[in-house]
């Protein structure tokens, strides 16, 4: 591991019964399959020069970061759905279950980038409905926006909150929890282990979780500059306004991950770090070895070039033995 002062800015997914983490270069997912061994799956990222020079303008990169990582989680996702539940060599027999296939993907899906992207349409106008039929009680600018921030706020809890109910989801949210945990292991510097990584916390300030609720803080104030009135109106603004309010948003995310050192400024990120309470569970040590077996990979492939393009060439995904996770 990097013993550096400013160590690289690692990113991360949970799946169904699995990680991915994800560098500058690569991306890296492991999974527990069903006879308890851990297969790897490696998706180099692409680089685009006109993508590569967005990234670096402010408001702008979210946008493309988001959906940089839609496209490629949902690669990571599909490998997940498809071979966590299937004894190695009999891949091609389940795919054939394609509905059940496709239901245990969207469930998935449900929590992560690619649903965000079309759900925040849901809980941008669902909202502002709901508030205007509260016009009557409370009319005027302030009013309205308001409750309609805090109806996009309860609705993110409920739905959040319902999806966490199922067996998968939870589980997904445990190894949202373990990704987290690697992560912060790693930037305190300390030995991959798993008693290291069980003893770090599952919330971290640059988590997708943050992001989604600072969306529903920065939308409100950004709704103050435009006219509620009339709905059709509102309605209009409030969609052309998504893009300002994911690129802001994001920028406020990097902000409270850069003072989250200052002791007066680290609570600005709280508000993020407690709907991580929500998004995350305390993983077991089984899904601990998994997160840490997809980190070093990636660290794996980073620093010695392993070229990994799918799950059928040589080392493109390989199995290990659950009492021997990889190491570097």
């Known amino acids: 591991m990097s013993k550096s002062k ?6 991360g ?3 169904i019964e699995g990680v991915m983490f994800g560098g500058k270069k690569d991306t890296v997912t492991a999974i527990r399959r069903k006879d308890d061994s851990i297969e790897f799956y490696h998706v180099p990222r692409e680089s685009h020069p006109v993508r590569s020079k967005l990234k670096k303008i402010p408001f702008v990169r979210g946008i493309v970061a988001l959906i940089e990582s839609a496209g490629n989680g949902s690669k990571h996702l599909t490998f997940a759905s498809d071979r966590y539940d299937v004894m190695p060599g009999e891949e091609v027999e389940v795919k054939e279950e394609e509905t059940s296939k496709l239901t245990m993907f969207l469930g998935v899906a449900a929590i992560g980038v690619l649903t965000f992207l079309f759900s925040k349409f849901v809980f941008t106008l669902v909202p502002v409905f709901l508030a205007e039929l509260f016009q009557p009680i409370a009319p005027g600018k302030t009013a309205q926006i308001m409750l309609e921030s805090l109806f996009k706020l ?3 809890l409920t739905y959040i909150g319902l999806i966490s ?6 589980r997904v949210f445990q190894y949202h929890g373990a990704e987290h945990k690697v992560i912060n292991n790693y930037e305190n510097n300390l030995a991959m282990t798993v008693e290291n990584v069980q003893s770090q916390s599952r919330l971290h300030y640059r ?4 992001f989604i609720l600072f969306t529903v803080i920065v939308g409100m104030f950004i709704y103050f500059f435009v006219p509620t009135d009339p709905l059709w109106l509102r309605v209009v ?3 052309l306004l998504i893009p ?4 802001v948003s994001f920028e406020v995310l990097q902000l409270t991950n850069a003072v989250r050192n200052v002791p007066v400024l680290r609570y600005l990120g709280y508000p993020g770090l407690w709907l991580q309470l929500l998004t995350t569970k305390e993983p077991d040590d089984q899904q601990v070895e998994v997160a840490i077996a997809s980190f070093e990979k990636l660290l794996e492939v ?3 070039g392993v070229s990994v393009l799918n799950e059928k060439v040589e080392l493109e995904t390989e199995t290990v033995d659950e009492q021997k996770p990889v190491t570097i």
């Open 154 to 156: 309860i609705l993110l």
């Open 207 to 210: 988590c997708g979780s943050s």
């Open 165 to 170: 109910m199922t067996p998968l989801i939870k």
């Open 244 to 247: 300002v309010v994911l690129g």
């Open 237 to 239: 603004n409030r969609i």
């Open 13 to 15: 997914q949970a799946l």
């Open 6 to 11: 400013t160590p690289p800015a690692y990113g």
């Open 302 to 304: 980073e620093q010695y």
